[in-house]
């Protein structure tokens, strides 16, 4: 009956005919078997970001380098938070590798900052449908599709993507005993 439960193999469709008063035979039947399944997809992300802002305060420091060997030129200044950028500057050339490496500095803040939820939750959405969709048997035509969102954890959100699905699974039993 509709909205029964089944398992692989199991007889869905067979078809009798009556031979005699006691006998009967099988026949051909046709049908059709459409399971109802869902498929499940998940995504998740934290509802804040961080944000890089730069306080302008810079430092260069160089140094003189031969062969392993360091002589400092000038010391900068280091901050909390900063971003190194080296430079390697060679002054003799391929047979005597002597060079300047000049080292700097560029100091930031890192501030905590809530997120766009109605963009979050777009970006969650198109990632757990196609976790959810990626999921779906080869032949199978996808009837409703929903979106659940919660928070999992303090500061964190997830989206449930569910995708329901109708597939034809009748199968003979001649390819039943093919498959073994």
Not at 1 to 27: F, N
Not at 66 to 71: D, M, Q, T
Not at 104 to 126: F, V
Request: glycine share 8%; net charge negative.
């Amino acid at each position: 009956e509709p909205g029964d439960c089944v398992t692989a193999g199991q007889v869905l469709i067979a078809g009798e005919e009556r031979l005699s008063a006691e006998e009967t035979g099988g026949v051909c039947a046709l049908g059709e078997v459409v399971a109802r399944a869902w498929s499940e997809g998940e995504a998740r992300a934290d509802l804040y970001t961080q944000r890089r802002a730069y306080t302008g305060r810079t430092s260069t420091s160089s140094v003189l380098e031969l062969f392993g060997w360091s002589v400092p030129l000038s010391q900068g200044e280091t901050f909390s938070q900063m971003e190194e950028t080296v430079l390697s500057l060679p002054i003799v050339g391929m047979f005597l590798p002597l060079r300047i490496l000049r080292t700097e500095r560029t100091e930031y803040t890192i501030s905590r900052e809530m997120a766009d939820l109605q963009n979050l939750k777009e970006e969650l959405a198109r990632i757990a449908l196609e976790n959810a969709i990626s999921g779906v048997p080869e032949g199978s035509v996808i009837v409703d599709k929903w979106i659940d969102y919660s928070m999992i954890e303090e500061g964190r959100m997830r989206a449930r993507a569910v995708v329901e699905l109708h597939r034809d699974i009748a199968t003979t039993r001649d390819a039943l005993a093919q498959e073994g």
